[in-house]
């Protein structure tokens, strides 16, 4: 199993322990609050995935290691623990894997059938982007 | 009858409402971007296609005569309803939208010329800005806005934006950003002073109040069914006869013409001049259904519901003080837009949504009016005849917990 | 099963086949102008309303999510029926009539100019004229017809209708005047090698025969939901990915930008660019049921049933030789325009709709075909899928006895 | 009672000798074929009445018995048996009275219900147009 589905493993094993929705976005939110400071002069409008109700800014380098590494932000505060949660699986992987990526664990969650059209078009899009990078930079 | 058990003899008329939504039940506060529907208009849309669905006008059968009948009723229903003075001045379109692109085709395009103004306020739905930028592009034309007080008021010398160059006046009636109901019958007044024609945009005023086109004397006037509880696909826009009559085409086709020939083609006059094609007949009889429904249930009960539910909202907006709730003018309907420095409305808007509360977040199709307020939307809470004091109850209760979750 | 099994079966599904008419059974025919509604449709509607309504797109709320879902699928239903590259290519109308006008605004009008030459044939719906006269009469465009021989078909030399100056060619493919199929695969390949785009009516192609339009290479390609078992007010343009995304907009206002500023306004990509407005949803999820219900037939038994109906109407059209038949051509659907010199077709449709025998006389939309041949117009008897034998036996005894009284 | 109320009484009551359709749309048919020979020089244009699926031609004069005398034509039998059916009805009359006629009889024969819907918005354009002439001539 590589990296980033053993990571997806955990999260949907840690989700697994919230029965409820106010739980799951409780987790979600704190996340949220936690992802790493974003680089204020990235904040700006080419970094900005379209396709989000709220904004979400995402960047990406290749680190002397070789791994991608993505830094993310959003406006909304339910966005962010979203973004975390992506980060904390694509976060430090070879381009080569996040490109091959299976992302169906977000249904496994159980949290895209509570997510809104718009969420899931919008995770969609950072999904891709996450992609892109990994491929650009692979 | 008092008034809760009114509201619940009207609810029992909307199938949709008694539902759970993500196990709780379902708070349906998002009546400006649509209404629901009541069984009447459902069941008139069934009994069309079961019973005498038929292509209309061309007709020489049975089927054909009942359907064109049905239409031209809904026609006379509407034309009742909106107190215009002839029939033909009812024209059939697709919506609020529709309507005003029908009229920035076939007579802003071609009656404005460089110089000219168009006059809109801050506050205009999109659907009220883009037809008029697309016209000053091909004419020349300028487009004016009215600037808005922080209370989402036009600014008190709003009659300074009419001058001789005012060609067109086309405003909201009331704003679906902020509930506030404009002066439309002063704005008539000035524009037609000023030898400028006005077209006003009635999409969230149908609901709320008469419209009586004829005692307001506006040149056109534009609303969509589907906020009048009516079905999706069908509006309706309101002209002047002779004005009608001297416009331009706009779409081409069967039944809005005379005679057809390559030497050249004849058109009708209104309305059918702007119906080309089939109708959305199903749609026409759905919305005349609907207004039947609506004036059954009659203005008087509308405004006491309407009165009440502000006065409901007014103890949810003292308790929920964390929130900045916009647009609170003297004349307004039941509509509250709300935001939070502290978070986005996305984020409010998703968690009532997981408590069964059904609200619009984001720009609501206004983004000038954010843009100059420095805001990237709001979450919105609209109101019908059919929401109960329960519905506001339930609204506060959701926004009190989502609000403790986003703070954590 | 039997054929008439089968028939029998399909037609327990339309409820509205079963009623008397003027105290004789309802015989349909008249599905050139629009056919009935299945079952299923009408229940589609009817959950829609009852169980998801809300507006789409902007949708922060679960009913929201539901009503966008429901839309978008049947973006890819109708992608995969008509089989298209990209359901970005499937852009939603109010019908065919619409769907020409778009074209006809948000490419033509800013794409012709003097000289360039329009191709029609003469049998066009009036649909497919009169946006072109209005094009030609803006840009100095001019419209050519490619002339019919008297079965209906295009004249042989057809192909010399085309030459340099041809910019555009928009056919339709099967007439609904005379039922006749015409030669649309060799028209888009003459109109291509000639640099010309070719946009196709397909309104009375679409419940006939599989549309493939990626296959068929074509540039547009038009129809109307309602003459395929779906409801009013809906309809489809199909364009080429690029194509659409390199056109003017037509309808401007919400939904359909990008961002909106009083400096400036940007649109986004089809489909969305040319869907401005709250869109017809239960129109949309409508059509998308009557399309689900209709691949479930599948195209076997649409053609065998097709092939049946013409074989039936061979020995009306035998017995009664008093009727002029025309569009006797090879290839054709089941739709049979005829008239008598000795008789008005008015008078016919009257006394057959007496019989219960719905018909349509009159010009059909097509005033400069009967122009050039010299008549007032036809009845027309039209087929759809649920039309038995049955059907057939009564049009001709009515048909007799319609005679019987004229000639009295 | 008017002439022209007397006269409607009378095909009120000749249309109840006919139960069926068949046998309404025979004499209609019949009236049609009896019709007086239209003028062939005023068959133009100018004296199409709009709004029938047929043509109808109408012209009046007013003779010298002060009276309204019309000549009409269809296309269409059906429409020419209608046109008799009025004619026989306003014909020689005066123009007041022709003003002033009240014109429900067509309801009252059971025929409209059997009309179509572009049948009586032709015929309420023949009968608006015979009282124009009525009005003009009187
Ligand atoms: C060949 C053809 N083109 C265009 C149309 C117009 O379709 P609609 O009235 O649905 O816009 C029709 C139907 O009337 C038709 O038969
Ligand atoms: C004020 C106003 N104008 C125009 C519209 C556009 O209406 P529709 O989307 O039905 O065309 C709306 C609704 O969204 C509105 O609220």
Redesign the interface.
């Known amino acids: 199993m590589s990296h980033i589905a053993a990571r997806q493993e955990e999260v949907i094993a840690e989700f697994q322990m919230f029965p409820t ?2 739980e799951k ?2 987790y979600i ?2 996340l949220g ?1 936690e992802l790493e400071g974003f680089p204020e002069q990235e904040r700006k409008e080419e970094n900005i995935i379209s396709g989000c ?3 979400v800014w995402l960047t990406a380098e290749k680190r002397e290691n070789g791994l991608i590494h993505f830094h993310a932000d959003s ?5 962010k623990g979203m973004v975390s949660l992506m980060l904390r699986i694509f976060n430090d992987q070879p381009g080569s894997e996040i490109v091959a990526a299976d992302m169906n664990f977000l249904t496994t969650i159980g949290l895209l059938e ?1 997510l ?4 899931s078009n919008g995770l969609a899009a950072m999904i891709k982007q996450i992609k892109t990078y990994g491929f650009l930079l692979q | 009858m008092s008034l809760d058990q009114d509201i619940a003899h009207i609810r029992k008329e909307f199938p949709i409402l008694h539902q759970k939504v993500r196990g709780a039940s379902l708070v349906y506060l998002d009546n400006a971007a649509t209404t629901q529907k009541p069984q009447a208009v459902i069941a008139s849309i069934s009994s069309y296609y079961e019973q005498y669905n038929a292509n209309v006008h061309r007709g020489a059968h049975y089927l054909a005569n009942l359907a064109t009948d049905a239409m031209e009723k809904s026609r006379d229903a509407i034309q009742h309803f909106i107190g215009a003075t002839h029939r033909e001045e009812i024209i059939f379109t697709q919506g609020t939208t529709d309507g005003i692109n029908l009229v920035a085709h076939a007579w802003a395009m071609t009656h404005l010329k460089i110089g000219d103004e168009i006059l809109v306020a801050l506050s205009e739905h999109h659907a009220n800005i883009v037809p008029w930028q697309q016209v000053c592009k091909k004419t020349g034309a300028i487009l004016k806005v009215i600037p808005l007080n922080p209370d989402g008021t036009w600014v008190a010398d709003w009659k300074t934006y009419i001058n001789a160059q005012t060609k067109l006046v086309s405003v909201g009636w009331v704003s679906n950003a902020t509930g506030v109901v404009h002066p439309i019958h002063e704005m008539v007044e000035q524009a037609h002073n000023a030898g400028a024609k006005i077209l006003v945009d009635a999409a969230q005023a149908v609901s709320h109040f008469p419209l009586q086109v004829a005692q307001l004397n506006c040149d056109w006037l534009v609303f969509s069914g589907h906020k009048l509880f009516g079905p999706t696909g069908i509006g309706v826009l309101f002209g002047k006869l002779d004005l009608l009559n001297a416009m331009e085409v706009y779409r081409t086709g069967g039944e809005m013409i005379k005679k057809v020939s390559f030497e050249g083609t004849t058109f009708q006059e209104a309305p059918l001049k702007f119906e080309a094609g089939t109708p959305h007949i199903q749609g026409i009889i759905g919305l005349g259904e609907a207004i039947r429904w609506f004036s059954n249930v009659g203005w008087e009960w509308i405004h006491k519901i309407e009165m009440q539910q502000i006065e409901w909202m007014k103890s949810v907006t003292a308790e929920v003080k964390a929130l900045h709730w916009i647009g609170e003018s003297e004349r307004k309907t039941a509509l509250y837009s709300f935001w939070s420095p502290q978070f986005h409305h996305a984020d409010l808007g998703e968690l009532l949504d997981q408590q069964g509360v059904a609200i619009r977040t984001g720009h609501h199709c206004t983004q000038p009016l954010w843009d100059a307020w420095n805001m990237s939307g709001t979450a919105r809470a609209s109101f019908a005849l059919y929401n109960n004091e329960e519905d506001t109850v339930q609204l506060q209760k959701s926004l009190i917990k989502s609000i403790q979750l986003l703070i954590g």
């Open positions: 929705w106010m976005y409780e939110i704190e609050k109700q709220s904004k406006d909304a505060i339910i966005t509570n809104s059209q718009t969420r």
